[in-house]
């Protein structure tokens, strides 16, 4: 059975005093938008009164919020670099992301405030994610059980949700730094990213919180492969129970609470699935991992064949994975090797109800394996690091729109940054 595909600045340095003050803008933005942030909006606060127990549930449900929307923004960049998407608007903020172009240091990107936008980037929403995470765990840690009903899960929450913008800073960016320090590898994010999911599992074994547990369990084997600890990688993806996922939530309440692929793909026309994700059939039939829809229009721009993604619709509350348990299977296929890890592919091909291998996809394991990876992952935020971590190429020459293509593979630290971090000046 073969794979076919039959479609042919000025700023403020991002340090402490940015975050908190995104921190506090965070904890005006949470609202009582679904169960997981179930908690009464009590309208700006002073960072000087966070340590009052009875916002510990509010800065949990921030934190989370502004995690879910950096994620999106995430995995809108990320699908440009990685060719899963591609521009279909004419506003100069998108297209240097997709001709990857040295521009892109001066978008650091945003959380959206409104649904017309088109600027990319990630760096900011996922470093002010991370920092309220890291600083609402910090306060709430202070607190007694007695003082914060469900105190023990918040903590598995924020440590497990801070663990991740480490992975996908470490898998997005060619460098890090973190509140103002030194420049850090992208292994040394990783191992972060790998001590703080060792705390989150510790916690929310402790909370008996299943959810977490298993959460913990695939972003750890996540950074682990990406550090090409494989063994590690392994023995965590297979504690992974079948049927687990955790998403990222999204509601209508605000348009920073939306899903941003959704609004940037189907409500406004701004990017377009790219080739290599048009017409993927198994077997001669389309495959359900990748539903696209060739709209028969034009995107934004006038020029670009606006396809759709298909995997969130209906509307900007639709929720997009974080972590699941197929991911888990594909870490472990990828770290097993051999008919191991056939074996798991197959189980994640029959929970979607995709054919069996049957060999017809040659004997390169690797290849199989990342090839389930670009399908089964489609527009979660992966390709790009697995593009990086494996060498895959990226085009050269020129895009669709005739533009040539820049040096741009995993995205430069930002000039806020650059150009405000003490340690960074002069670099």
Request: hydrophobic share 40%; with cysteine.
């Amino acid at each position: 059975m073969q794979y076919h595909n039959s479609n042919g600045s000025g700023r403020k340095p991002f340090g402490r005093s940015v975050a908190r003050s995104v921190l506090v803008l965070g904890l005006a933005a949470a609202t009582a938008c679904n169960s997981l942030l179930d908690v009464t909006n009590p309208g700006v606060v002073k960072s000087s009164d966070l340590s009052d127990p009875a916002l510990a549930p509010t800065l949990d449900a921030a934190a989370l919020g502004s995690f879910n929307c950096a994620f999106a923004q995430y995995v809108a960049t990320a699908g440009v670099l990685s060719g899963e998407y591609i521009i279909s608007n004419s506003f100069v903020d998108a297209n240097q992301w997709g001709w990857r172009g040295v521009e892109t240091k001066t978008q650091p990107g945003t959380c959206p405030g409104s649904r017309a936008t088109t600027s990319l980037g990630f760096y900011t929403p996922l470093q002010s994610a991370r920092f309220q995470a890291e600083d609402a765990a910090k306060r709430i840690t202070a607190f007694t059980d007695a003082d914060v009903p469900n105190r023990a899960n918040m903590l598995a929450e924020l440590t497990t949700y801070a663990a991740y913008t480490y992975v996908l800073l470490g898998e997005g960016m060619c460098q890090m730094t973190v509140d103002n320090g030194p420049l850090i590898t992208r292994d040394s994010t990783f191992k972060i990213a790998v001590a703080k999911f060792t705390e989150a599992l510790s916690l929310a074994q402790t909370a008996k919180y299943a959810a977490m547990t298993n959460m913990a369990l695939v972003g750890r084997a996540r950074a682990e492969l990406d550090l090409g600890n494989l063994a590690a990688a392994k023995a965590d993806a297979q504690a992974v129970p079948a049927g687990f996922v955790r998403n990222a939530e999204y509601s209508e309440t605000t348009v920073s609470r939306e899903n941003r692929i959704y609004n940037l793909t189907i409500r406004n026309d701004f990017i377009s699935v790219g080739p290599d994700y048009r017409g993927l059939t198994v077997g001669g039939v389309p495959d359900p991992r990748v539903p696209v829809l060739n709209t028969g229009r034009f995107g934004n721009d006038a020029v670009t064949p606006q396809w759709q993604q298909r995997k969130y619709i209906g509307s900007g509350a639709v929720p997009m994975p974080i972590a699941s348990w197929a991911e888990a299977q594909l870490i472990y296929a990828e770290a097993a090797g051999g008919q191991e890890a056939k074996d798991a592919i197959n189980r994640v091909r029959a929970s979607r109800g995709v054919a069996p291998l049957d060999g017809s996809e040659g004997s390169d394991i690797e290849a199989i394996v990342l090839e389930e990876r670009r399908r089964e992952l489609f527009s979660e935020g992966q390709r790009l690091g697995d593009m990086l971590r494996m060498n895959i190429p990226f085009p050269s020459g020129v895009n669709h729109k005739g533009q040539t293509y820049g040096p741009t593979t995993c995205a430069p630290l930002p000039d806020v940054e650059t150009q405000n971090n003490p340690n960074l000046r002069g670099s």
